[in-house]
């Protein structure tokens, strides 16, 4: 009797941890750069200082550049193991303990140019109903049951395509909306059923330099009265019906070897974007009877270069290839003050008037978003790794990807 209790017990315990669906709530971190992919959260204001921020867990894991996302009470992320296997993992959110691992051959080296960092996983995982859908290096879309890691689906673009592989890998994180997922993979912005993985249309194919992998990551919004895509190729700036994949205008936008790497910002009817080897820019989007059309309003010599900037108040807070910090008015395209150097990245996080930025160098800073003058209110080292993931936030906890780890700070209110 009591070998069948026990028998019982493990089957049980078993399937309530592998056979649930992560229960979502309303501050999840679900995908790249948050809710709305503009590097904000809402809900209860941050504490004016780190001084309580207390490490909750650390877990060893191989190496990514992939952002973590959270779901109820389980944190997903990514990594490349052996220099061969691209892995996910799914942890409690509580402890760090792993629930399930799922993993495919799969890894690739970047050119040598690149390659000091690392040739390892890149693109933030998305999550939706129950599903986890993760961007592989070489060119790969796969769609993994959240509960368990069972594969339901895995799209080779380049097998079934026959385009080019991406020489930096998959770099553009998957965005979910409605019953598609968008992404910039197959030489070109491309949507899928996230049931099926089936290709539903494929847009941008002549936006250059395509073959080479757009590390841009698409954002929906809307803009002159329409719902559209944004969508920053390796040569310019687009905007997309997502029905129909229909182009609905146009902006080349200039850069270094096609360096436009950050997610663009909308702001009204404008799109603020910068670029690597380029400058800063501010587009306005119109429309009359139907027909769109795009403009530069100005333009600046600040060159942003990976990190995704946050818009607040009319303002947006760019952190510059230079390594510097900088607030630009986004009326008049004036810098209104420029920082020393830090790291060679930050990953940016608002919450009202407050930007959470962490550096490539595991320095977290807390900044207050003053147009006047910069304003550090605290700084603390919370990793001897590199942080080249972006960090996320949900609740009073924050989720780091450390290089060789993946951690939970705890921010006691």
Not at 81 to 93: H, I, Q, T
Not at 355 to 365: C, K
Not at 383 to 402: K, M, P, V, Y
């Amino acid at each position: 009797m009591l070998a069948r209790l026990g028998v019982y017990s493990a089957v049980l315990s078993f399937s309530l941890i592998l056979g649930s669906q992560p229960g979502e709530a309303a501050d999840d971190w679900t995908q790249w750069r948050g809710a709305k992919r503009d590097g904000k959260v809402a809900g209860t204001a941050w504490p004016e200082s780190l001084e309580h921020l207390s490490k909750k867990w650390s877990v060893k894991l191989g190496p990514s550049y992939s952002g973590p996302i959270v779901v109820g009470d389980r944190v997903f992320t990514t990594a490349t193991e052996e220099k061969k296997f691209e892995v996910v993992k799914c942890l409690r959110r509580d402890t760090g303990e792993e629930i399930w691992s799922a993993s495919w051959e799969g890894a690739m080296r970047v050119p040598f140019f690149a390659a000091s960092n690392g040739s390892w996983i890149r693109a933030t995982p998305a999550y939706s109903d129950g599903r986890l859908y993760v961007g592989g290096m070489r060119d790969v879309l796969v769609c993994l049951d959240a509960s368990n890691g069972n594969i339901i689906w895995k799209k080779d673009f380049v097998a079934e395509l026959k385009t080019s592989l991406p020489s930096f890998g998959f770099a553009s994180s998957p965005m979910i909306e409605g019953g598609h997922v968008f992404v910039q993979a197959g030489g070109a912005l491309t949507k899928l059923d996230k049931v099926t993985g089936e290709i539903v249309w494929q847009s941008l194919k002549d936006g250059g330099g395509m073959s080479g992998g757009a590390f841009s990551s698409p954002m929906s919004t809307k803009l002159a009265g329409q719902h559209q895509l944004v969508v920053q190729t390796r040569t310019r700036l687009a905007g997309v019906d997502p029905e129909s994949g229909k182009e609905l205008w146009s902006q080349k936008v200039p850069a270094f070897r096609g360096m436009n790497i950050l997610t663009p910002c909308v702001w009204n009817n404008a799109v603020f974007t910068s670029s690597y080897g380029g400058k800063s820019f501010r587009y306005e989007v119109t429309q009359k009877d139907g027909t769109f059309d795009v403009g530069q309003v100005w333009e600046q010599k600040s060159q942003g270069y990976m990190s995704s900037p946050v818009i607040i108040d009319g303002h947006v807070y760019l952190h510059l290839r230079n390594q510097r910090f900088t607030c630009i008015n986004l009326n008049t395209g004036k810098e209104t003050w420029t920082t020393k150097p830090y790291g060679k990245y930050w990953s940016l996080i608002a919450n009202g008037n407050r930007i959470l930025a962490l550096d490539e160098r595991g320095e977290l800073l807390l900044i207050k978003a003053n147009p006047e003058e910069f304003e550090l209110q605290d700084s603390k080292k919370i990793s001897d790794e590199q942080t080249w993931a972006h960090l996320g936030i949900s609740g009073n906890e924050i989720f780091i990807r450390e290089q060789d780890a993946m951690t939970t700070l705890n921010w006691a209110q």
